[in-house]
């Protein structure tokens, strides 16, 4: 996909040798936010923080890097989801919050998915993540949270 630039932040697809940007959002995503995520920061910290594993993360993509100049601020993932696609990892850092990062992260996650349906996991009650994923069209599922309080939005195209 053609990366996408929005003043000074830009967006791209990232290689494995992105791995040490990559790396460093995740862990900080894990740790400054999380309530934001299923998964724990404990799955890739310690003996689970070795470039191998992140360079295969990377190589499984796709993976898009949020930078400022270029300094890494914010990070989304896709992959698939059966027929569907599924959006994942998304995470902006708090010093760039609020100036459009998320939505062009997203912007650039569907701009690689083909499905018909692109769908997320959202904690239930995160309101900034599900106000950014409504305002590009997602769609909350019916019914409650799932076994680790997770609502289920949807991009239907
Ligand atoms: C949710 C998150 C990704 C938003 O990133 P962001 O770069 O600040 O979002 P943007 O600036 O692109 O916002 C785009 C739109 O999303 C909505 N939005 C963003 N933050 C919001 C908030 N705090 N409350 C309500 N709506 C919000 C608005 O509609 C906004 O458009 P506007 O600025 O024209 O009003 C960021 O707050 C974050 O990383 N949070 C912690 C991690 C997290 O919750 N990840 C999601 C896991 S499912």
Redesign the pocket.
């Known amino acids: 996909m053609p990366n996408v630039h929005t003043g000074a932040v830009s967006v791209v697809e990232a290689t494995p040798d992105d791995w040490a940007q990559w790396r460093l959002l995740r862990q900080r995503?894990l740790t400054?936010?999380p309530e934001?995520?299923a998964s724990s920061v404990t799955m890739w910290t310690g003996d689970h923080d070795v470039e191998a594993r992140w360079r295969q993360r990377l190589a499984d993509g796709p993976c898009f890097l949020a930078r400022a100049g270029a300094t890494p601020v914010?990070m989304a993932g896709g992959r698939r989801d059966g027929a569907d696609a599924e959006l994942i990892?998304?995470?902006?850092?708090?010093e760039?919050?609020?100036?459009?990062?998320?939505?062009?992260?997203?912007e650039a996650v569907v701009g690689w998915s083909d499905a018909s349906v692109l769908s997320?996991?959202?904690?239930d009650g995160?309101?900034?993540?599900?106000?950014?994923?409504?305002?590009?069209g997602f769609a909350l599922d019916e019914g409650c949270a799932d076994a680790e309080g997770c609502r289920r939005m949807r991009l239907r195209r």
């Open positions: 995503s400054e936010d934001a995520f914010g990892s998304m995470w902006v850092a708090p760039a919050r609020g100036r459009g990062v998320g939505r062009l992260l997203i997320l996991r959202v904690i995160n309101s900034a993540a599900i106000g950014l994923y409504t305002s590009l």
